[in-house]
């Protein structure tokens, strides 16, 4: 089973930051958050990941709490082309890669 | 550079038809993964490779699935006979980092629709 919780659908205005949450309460101390997307009709993709600290690349920040039990993924200039599922991933060292259903994330122009 | 490559990219076929799906994976990941993905659902991980080693095959239905990567780089998944459950995307991932812990690169995937 999946070890997060996200909200099965989100709205967000184009232009604006799209902040999509997760709840990963069980979390342990050797285990990553990561975050990948899914675009229709096309393989997930991978954006970040974090194991306490803040972090920030290209294309996303991820926030995660200091008790690590829940993050927040923010995509700060949504476009339409952001339209995707979300999967918020709980991972230790030789886990299994295990996605949830994720959040349906829709950019509205 | 050439990400993850999948073909067929579509398959149509009747009940208890044989199908395969091909897979190449990233230059130089050693780690390859398939993964079946349901309408509506997340990817779930049928099989993982590390080179020519399947190391994680507890989710691979064996009395009709098969893969294999000879040589540690292409692989192929094959479904004998086919049933109408198993109509889904297939999807093909590779890494560099061994383990299943890293970033992923996924292919588009094989669209499977069984009638």
């Known amino acids: 089973d999946a070890k997060t919780t996200q909200p099965t659908s989100m709205d967000c205005a184009e232009g604006r930051a799209a902040n999509l949450p997760c709840n990963h309460s069980t979390i342990s101390g050797n285990e990553y958050v990561y975050w990948y997307r899914q675009i229709h009709s096309q393989g997930p993709q991978y954006i970040i990941h974090g194991l306490k600290n803040n972090e920030t690349n290209e294309m996303a920040s991820l926030i995660i709490t200091e008790d690590r039990k829940s993050s927040t993924l923010i995509l700060p200039h949504a476009t339409l082309r952001d339209t995707a599922v979300y999967y918020c991933i709980v991972l230790g060292r030789d886990d299994k890669i295990i996605f949830g259903k994720g959040t349906r994330l829709h950019i509205l122009p | 550079e050439a990400g993850v490559v999948q073909s067929p990219r579509y398959k149509i076929i009747e009940k208890k038809q044989p199908v395969a799906f091909w897979c190449n994976p990233i230059s130089g990941h050693n780690t390859l993964y398939w993964y079946l993905q349901n309408l509506g659902q997340g990817p779930e991980l049928l099989i993982r490779?590390?080179?020519?080693?399947?190391?994680?095959d507890s989710q691979l239905p064996k009395d009709r699935f098969s893969a294999e990567r000879l040589k540690g780089v292409d692989s192929t998944l094959k479904i004998q006979p086919a049933e109408l459950g198993d109509s889904a995307v297939y999807l093909c991932a590779s890494s560099f980092v061994a383990g299943s812990t890293g970033e992923l690169f996924f292919g588009e995937g094989s669209r499977l629709t069984v009638l």
């Open positions: 490779y590390e080179n020519e080693e399947a190391v994680d």
